[in-house]
């Protein structure tokens, strides 16, 4: 063949690499091998000039999908929005930095997608009351019913026009209109309030202009088939839904609203489950498609166990306040108020019993059923832990990887059931192992009192190299201890229970225990978006560098204010250097350095030995607190703020006294199992509310950007309520 080669391999030539080599494929094969000979300089030439023509290419692609605001790119949702007149909101602050994370997730608050979306469709349907809750959802992405207030007035009616349902005086024998006094629901009448709905000192209800619209914050989380807590210090027959057996409320599970038109109800919204409701409404709370669902355990020898619904027709609201009520043969008494169950004490179920019910809190954090994120190296080998899976024990899994001894091993727990049993896991030079839950799943590791003569904490140590992640996992009954060489330890998404586990009325039952102890250790620990009790640090001085500890998105619970957070049993301080991010510290920090301190509250002291090193920034602290150098923080700009132009020195000391008590954080709840915990109050200083370094609120729940939304949504209703009318915001939760 006298001709130039065309196309084709070239002998010795490496694999072409996909759109990379695209111009360089179509080189005629002469010029191929010619630059075979020369090591390849005209291929890494083409290249350079792939990628340009693959990124213009991809650009090209996507300019269809940024047509439509349902496809578009995050960074074209505002041009898309100022195409249809969309206005941004200026008091909820300016947008964040696109290149970062952290920015497009606050942009994405700030200009909510679907707002932009239904911009003209809100500005069709103006003046109409469902309309606010639909820019509740989309504006705030909260659950709403709006309320005209004026309803609620008492008048006298006209005789040729009664309206029977309005204006109704109180009836004492109607415990349903009892029930939904002053709350979203109401139906009693009130005299006029002449204070302003919308007032951000002393708002009013009941006026003629006033149209008030309650918000619900708190989200509703599934607990799906989870074994129920025998309240045994009480009684045989005595359960409790939550399976640290504490009292926990039932939420309903929300059910879609159908028309547009139609005003949210109790079903509508995620609310507590009252018990005069639940008696009212039972079919439409329990059950499968319910809001919770009881089931009896039936063994079978050699198979899994079967669980049988328990009966709607056996059901009973009933108030199990102090356990008074015995339910009838027959009968199974649920109080859904406080989460708790009674059984006839002569017929109980014999194999315990297991339910499906919601509960609520404020964030996707801690162990529970919800989406998160889950990574392993690319070789890890996975071992699935279940009931109907091969292995049902997690030591059984555990004995397959001593055995097997892969590099990188994952056990995965595919339900949400309680493993009792006792863990202690020993890695070996360079072993990574991930004990993590199954995606939408909460399983529970209880540990009990094993042994006399040791502790039974969750036990991890390594050689060198060595790696654990615990991710997703809610741990009880004693907490986890690491030692060794261990290289890394990481918290993902899990809850190591303050105090070890919970009374009824959420009182920790080891309050002064801890829940991670790292003995003789280098370890970087790195904790985010968990729940964890105190941390103790068990560190030789001498000759090692202190332990790194990085907590981010988290809750750190030492169950008192005295009680330390994070220190070392015996001494001043932990040989530990912490960073702080997004966080809620309750109790004293007691550490030889703060790296940084970024957007969180401590509400207890804080002690470093090392305060040249690191920076407290943006975030809350004690007055009395030994802290590195500080910006930005909370009470010092308030105390700045009241001594400006007061010359006298006691009058000074007053106005420096006034500024740290009315910025101190309040939290509606301390007590880990509330659903309201770890919440900042309504009335918590603006400073607090709105002083991290974005403007939202400082703290674990910093990024629901809640002042953002609330500011966003304040700025809607003035647009589209009618003129005259005065609408405000009632947080409902």
Not at 6 to 35: F, N, W
Not at 68 to 88: A, K, M, N
Request: glycine share 8%; hydrophobic share 40%.
């Amino acid at each position: 063949m006298n001709g130039p080669l065309m196309s084709g391999s070239i002998v010795g030539e490496p694999a072409s690499d996909g759109r990379q080599d695209r111009l360089y494929d179509l080189l005629p094969g002469v010029y191929r091998q010619r630059d075979a000979e020369q090591g390849y300089p005209l291929r890494a030439l083409l290249r350079v000039v792939a990628e340009q023509v693959n990124a213009l290419e991809d650009d090209v692609a996507q300019l269809y999908d940024n047509w439509f605001i349902e496809t578009c790119q995050d960074w074209v949702v505002p041009y898309l929005g100022d195409l249809v007149g969309y206005r941004p909101v200026s008091a909820a602050g300016g947008p964040g930095e696109v290149a970062s994370a952290a920015g497009r997730q606050r942009n994405k608050v700030l200009m909510p997608r679907r707002e932009v979306a239904n911009t003209l469709r809100y500005r069709r349907r103006k003046g109409t009351l469902a309309l606010l809750e639909l820019l509740a959802r989309d504006v705030a992405g909260w659950p709403a019913r709006a309320v005209e207030l004026y309803r609620l007035l008492a008048f006298t009616q006209a005789l040729q026009h009664l309206r029977l349902h309005r204006g109704r005086t109180v009836d004492v024998r109607r415990g349903e209109d009892l029930d939904h006094l002053g709350g979203p629901f109401d139906r009693l009448a009130h005299s006029v309030d002449v204070r302003r709905v919308a007032s951000h000192r002393t708002p009013g209800r009941p006026n003629l202009p006033g149209v008030g619209l309650f918000l619900w914050r708190l989200r509703s989380y599934s607990v799906t088939r989870t074994p129920a807590y025998c309240v045994e210090e009480v009684a045989s027959h005595c359960y409790a839904f939550s399976v640290l057996g504490n009292d926990a409320p039932l939420y309903a599970r929300p059910r879609p609203e159908t028309e547009p038109t139609h005003v949210a109800e109790e079903l509508n919204l995620p609310v507590a489950i009252r018990r005069r409701a639940f008696e009212a409404h039972k079919d439409d709370y329990y059950g499968p498609a319910g809001s919770f669902e009881i089931f009896r355990v039936r063994k079978r020898a050699d198979l899994e166990d079967v669980l049988v619904p328990v009966p709607g027709e056996e059901i009973v609201a009933a108030d199990l306040t102090d356990w008074r009520y015995l339910p009838r043969p027959g009968q199974v008494a649920v109080d859904p108020e406080l989460g708790r169950i009674a059984f006839p004490p002569r017929h109980l179920p014999k194999h315990g019993i297991r339910v499906s019910y919601h509960y609520a809190f404020s964030a996707d954090l801690g162990g529970g059923e919800y989406d998160r994120p889950l990574s392993q190296p690319a070789e890890a080998v996975v071992y699935r832990v279940g009931e109907r899976e091969e292995l049902k024990r997690i030591n059984a899994a555990l004995d397959v990887w001593c055995k097997t001894k892969p590099l990188h091993a994952v056990i995965e727990l595919t339900d949400g059931g309680v493993y009792v049993e006792p863990i202690h896991v020993d890695l070996g030079a360079g072993q990574s192992l991930q004990i993590r839950a199954a995606q939408r799943q909460r399983p529970v590791l209880r540990l009990l009192d094993w042994e006399t003569s040791g502790p039974d904490s969750l036990w991890v140590e390594g050689e060198t190299g060595s790696a654990f992640t615990l991710d997703g996992v809610l741990v009880t009954g004693r907490g986890m201890r690491v030692q060794g060489s261990v290289d890394a330890v990481t918290l993902r998404h899990s809850t190591l229970v303050p105090g070890w586990g919970l009374h009824g009325d959420c009182k920790p039952r080891r309050p002064a225990e801890p829940s991670l102890e790292l003995l003789n250790v280098g370890a970087r620990v790195v904790i985010e978006h968990s729940i964890v009790g105190s941390i103790q640090v068990n560190q030789d001085e001498v000759g090692t560098d202190p332990v790194p500890i990085r907590i981010s998105d988290s809750i750190v619970d030492a169950t008192d204010a005295q009680r330390e957070a994070v220190g070392a049993p015996g001494w001043p301080v932990a040989h530990a250097r912490l960073t702080v991010l997004r966080s809620t510290v309750f109790g004293q920090i007691q550490v030889h350095a703060i790296e940084l301190a970024e957007d969180s509250i401590f509400a207890g002291l804080i002690r470093v030995a090392r305060r040249q090193i690191g920076c407290l920034r943006f975030s809350s602290y004690l007055p009395g607190s030994r802290t590195p150098r500080r910006y930005a923080c909370q009470p010092d700009l308030a105390q700045a703020a009241a001594v400006e132009g007061v010359s006298d020195a006691a009058e000074r000391a007053d106005a420096e006294a006034c500024a740290q008590q009315r910025v101190r954080p309040r939290f509606l709840s301390r007590r880990y199992g509330s659903p309201v915990y770890a919440r900042l109050a309504d009335d918590c200083a603006e400073e607090i509310r709105r002083g991290a370094e974005d403007e939202s609120e400082m703290g674990v729940f910093h990024d629901l950007y809640e002042p953002q939304r609330a500011a966003n949504l304040r700025t809607r209703l003035d647009e589209h309520t009618p003129a005259g009318a005065d609408a405000g915001l009632i947080f409902a939760d």
